[in-house]
């Protein structure tokens, strides 16, 4: 199970994940949120989870795919943007 934070570590390092069986509330909107942008595939049931994993490995094109859409919809120096926010507002 992967939360927020490690999901998108994983997509900036262009790891294709597999959410399983998320925590309700949070959790699931963070799996749905990677999921409906086809950065993740998600499922509670093992052998779905299975399978994709299969299909992660020996299939070039299906984890291209989830790997060209990490690198589509993740803002990858968010930290930096949040750095220079915070130390622009602190000097006002």
Request: proline share 3%; glycine share 4%.
């Amino acid at each position: 199970m992967l939360g927020g934070l490690s999901s998108t570590e994983a997509a900036i390092k262009n790891i294709p994940i597999i959410h399983t069986a998320p925590i309700p509330g949070c959790e699931s909107k963070n799996a749905e949120f990677f999921k409906s942008r086809f950065m993740s595939f998600s499922s509670k049931y093992i052998i779905r989870q299975l399978k994709a994993a299969a299909k992660i490995c020996s299939d070039d094109f299906y984890r291209c795919k989830i790997i060209q859409a990490q690198k589509e919809n993740i803002v990858r120096d968010s930290c930096d943007k949040i750095y220079r926010l915070l130390t622009e507002l602190n000097g006002r």
